[in-house]
């Protein structure tokens, strides 16, 4: 959970809608919220207007359907008022949002890290010192492509391409030598493991 609160409104039906919404102005008659805006009894009056609408509503009269779905619009955006002023003033502070009905923000699940990079093959070529990386594409947000001429040398891999497709074109291939590469894929929470090192003789 966050340290921060949210109205349930949306989605609801009329009943939902005013047993909610009194049970939320009922958690907020605490002196901590003394000073919240808006005043809690000018939606308390809204609401009552509503209740009657709703009965004119259940009578029959079509012209008080509008009437309280426009009410209803006022209250909720009251509402949504309040729960920012709470959030203002509880500024992270989990005893006093505990004190009101509104509902706690579900913190979002991190992303877990790209899984590693299968099937990655070299395309050979017509063209001198060229050639094409590619890889089976997992999702990741972008793919880090290294080379290097000895594997066995960590320091000695560099980064030769950063793009979002699972391929690079390359160029500049050292022609008759053996050159060796290795794909990762990189999301927002970070990168994944390296995928198994391909080797391939420039031409």
Same mark, same amino acid.
């Not at 919220?33 to 009552?48: A, G, T, W």
């Not at 594997?151 to 030769?160: F, L, R, T, V």
């Given at each position: 959970?966050?340290?921060? $609160?949210? @109205?349930?409104? #949306? *989605?609801?039906? $009329?009943?939902?809608? %005013?047993? %909610?919404?009194? %049970?939320? +102005?009922?958690?907020?008659?605490? =002196?901590?919220?003394?000073?919240?805006? =808006?005043?809690?009894?000018?939606?308390?009056?809204?609401?009552?207007?509503?209740?009657?609408?709703?009965?004119?509503?259940?009578?029959?009269?079509?012209?008080? $359907?509008? +009437?309280?779905?426009?009410?209803?619009?006022?209250?909720?955006?009251?509402?949504?008022? &309040?729960?920012?002023?709470?959030?203002? +003033?509880?500024?992270?502070?989990?005893? !006093?949002?505990?004190?009101?009905?509104?509902?706690?923000?579900?913190?979002?699940?991190?992303?877990?890290?790209?899984? *590693?990079?299968?099937?990655? !093959?070299?395309?050979?070529?017509?063209?001198?010192?060229?050639?094409?990386?590619?890889?089976?594409? #997992? *999702?990741?947000?972008?793919?880090?492509?290294? &080379?290097?001429?000895?594997? #066995?040398?960590?320091?000695?891999?560099?980064? !030769?391409?950063?793009?979002?497709? #699972?391929?690079?074109?390359?160029?500049?291939?050292? $022609?008759? &030598?053996?050159?060796?590469?290795?794909?990762?894929?990189?999301?927002? @929470?970070?990168?994944?493991?390296?995928?198994?090192?391909?080797?391939?003789?420039?031409?």
């Amino acid at each position: 959970m966050t340290g921060k $609160v949210k @109205t349930n409104l #949306n *989605g609801t039906t $009329v009943e939902q809608f %005013m047993s %909610m919404v009194e %049970m939320y +102005l009922d958690s907020l008659e605490k =002196p901590v919220f003394s000073q919240i805006i =808006p005043d809690i009894q000018s939606v308390r009056e809204k609401l009552k207007e509503m209740k009657s609408l709703q009965d004119k509503v259940k009578e029959g009269s079509h012209k008080a $359907v509008h +009437l309280r779905n426009t009410v209803r619009k006022s209250i909720n955006a009251d509402m949504s008022r &309040m729960c920012e002023w709470v959030n203002i +003033l509880a500024h992270g502070n989990i005893e !006093i949002l505990s004190q009101c009905a509104f509902e706690r923000v579900k913190s979002r699940s991190a992303s877990p890290v790209p899984p *590693g990079i299968r099937k990655l !093959i070299v395309h050979r070529s017509e063209e001198r010192g060229k050639a094409t990386v590619a890889w089976k594409g #997992n *999702g990741s947000k972008f793919y880090r492509a290294q &080379m290097t001429l000895n594997p #066995n040398e960590h320091s000695s891999w560099k980064d !030769i391409a950063t793009v979002t497709s #699972n391929r690079c074109d390359l160029d500049g291939l050292p $022609v008759g &030598m053996f050159c060796y590469f290795r794909v990762q894929g990189v999301n927002a @929470t970070g990168a994944g493991e390296f995928s198994d090192i391909c080797m391939y003789m420039a031409s």
